[in-house]
């Protein structure tokens, strides 16, 4: 059995950044590991979601600091990344619409955010209603706010041009493992997979996303804290809408203190549109399919009795938010009137076609509470990235860095004389610290 200086556990987006960061640095080739439990990588979130290249305006900076800090570096390394490898980057700016009076304020409070997250005062400009129509004619509102360094990419294909170079780099792909259990054992961690194969490594990065918290709990890690996830769910536009605006345009959350998000109306990368997504309370990380929630169901139903996730369930307003989200599921016509909200030209008998739904997970607190940024926690040779959801395909590679960059002042990794990769991490982890 082969033992390798550090595993890394999860090929979404992130778990390759730090593959690719790591390997990068490693002075002996075949020193880190990927291990993935599916065939391919990113086959969940990391491409199945929104497409977008977050600006931090949307983020608390006090609340959401290590979200934030990651979306607003992230922008400009993608953007060099794409330009460089000759992929897609769209900068083509997206719009923040407040349906009602009331949200107005939130439009402020956004502004402010923007200006704390380093974002410049040209890149936000804040629309009163006629100027909104003027900029898209076919938006309803009473005010938005426009942001110019928003872009659209397919984070599939960045993933897969990562995965090109962190193995031209040396790094062991591990594809078609999924980790049960990760032991330790005389010094070094053996992690079993379902495929019934023993891999071990001295040192762990468990970025394994909506199994990020189970793989923490076999460790020992992260036992106060649990998940519950969220399928998004999207519906293409028909090509009558193509050019219905030319932003992507998303509304003022009602709730903001709950992973509900209003539907939105999303210009992807190569042109299509598509409205969503919503967030569909379901039982596991990969319930896309209405078997695999079930399947999922008991488990997650005795997990959660015996953790703060409990003490949501009786939460009044969390019920009442999740049956309009399964409303939005179970009715097309529900979903696409949250939408007519802003662009009242929709129809919904004109949608006749799905588009990909994706899961997110959520971390929850002894208490009940959503926690609301990222937890990076490391014990023993092991560091845990646990709560990584949106931004968090537009942060990864900073993210990535910072963790990279923790891993190797651990002395966990051998390093070679200079890094391969486009950034230094350790100086990308610099900029992370304020943070």
């Known amino acids: 059995m082969r033992l390798y200086s550090v595993a890394v556990i999860g090929g979404g987006i992130l778990g390759t950044s730090i593959a690719y960061f790591l390997s990068g640095q490693a002075r002996d080739p075949g020193s880190v590991a990927l291990v993935e439990q599916e065939l391919d990588i990113a086959r969940h979130t990391s491409s199945r979601n929104t497409g977008k290249v977050h600006a931090p305006f949307l983020y608390d900076p006090a609340k959401k600091k290590l979200f934030a800090k990651a979306a607003s570096l992230g922008f400009e390394m993608w953007e060099k990344f794409a330009q460089a490898r000759g992929l897609p980057f769209e900068r083509d700016g997206v719009l923040e619409v407040a349906t009602d009076e009331r949200s107005i304020d939130r439009l402020h409070k956004y502004m402010s955010w923007g200006e704390a997250n380093g974002l410049a005062k040209d890149d936000l400009l804040l629309l009163d209603k006629a100027g909104t129509k003027k900029m898209e004619p076919n938006v ?53 997979t379902r495929q019934g194969r023993k891999i071990e490594a001295e040192f762990i990065v468990n970025a394994a ?69 919503n967030a569909v309370p379901v039982f596991g990380p990969y319930a896309y399919s209405l078997g695999r929630n079930i399947a999922d ?23 009442s938010l999740a049956s309009t989200e399964l409303k939005s599921s179970l009715s097309k016509t529900a979903m696409i009137n949250r939408v007519r909200e802003f662009l009242p030209a ?46 968090g395909a537009t942060g990864a590679l900073p993210m990535a860095a910072k963790v990279a960059a923790q891993v190797m002042e651990a002395g966990a990794l051998a390093q070679a004389g200079r890094a391969r990769t486009m950034w230094d991490p350790a100086e990308i982890a610099s900029r992370m610290s304020s943070a």
């Open 140 to 192: 309803r509102c009473e005010a938005a706010i426009y942001c110019g360094k928003d872009g659209s990419v397919d984070y599939g294909s960045f993933s897969c041009t990562l995965l090109q170079d962190l193995r031209s780099f040396g790094c062991a792909v591990l594809l078609g493992h999924g980790v049960t259990r990760v032991e330790n054992k005389a010094g070094a961690y053996v992690i079993s």
């Open 346 to 391: 929709l129809r919904p008998s004109a949608f006749t076609e799905r588009g990909t739904a994706g899961i997110r997970s959520s971390v929850i607190d002894r208490e009940g509470r959503f926690v609301p940024d990222t937890l990076i926690l490391k014990r023993d040779s092991s560091v845990h990235v646990l709560n990584y959801n949106s931004p």
């Open 209 to 277: 996303g909506g199994n990020a918290v189970d793989i923490a709990h076999s460790m020992g890690v992260a036992r106060e804290y649990t998940d519950l996830h969220f399928r998004g769910e999207y519906w293409q536009a028909p090509e009558q809408y193509r050019d219905l605006t030319r932003l992507s345009v998303y509304s003022v959350p009602r709730h903001t203190e709950y992973p509900f998000l209003d539907p939105h109306w999303i210009v992807r990368a190569d042109g299509r549109r598509e409205v969503g997504p």
């Open 297 to 319: 169901m008991l488990p997650k139903i005795i997990e959660s009795s015996a953790t703060g996730a409990r003490k949501v369930f009786f939460d009044r307003q969390f019920l």
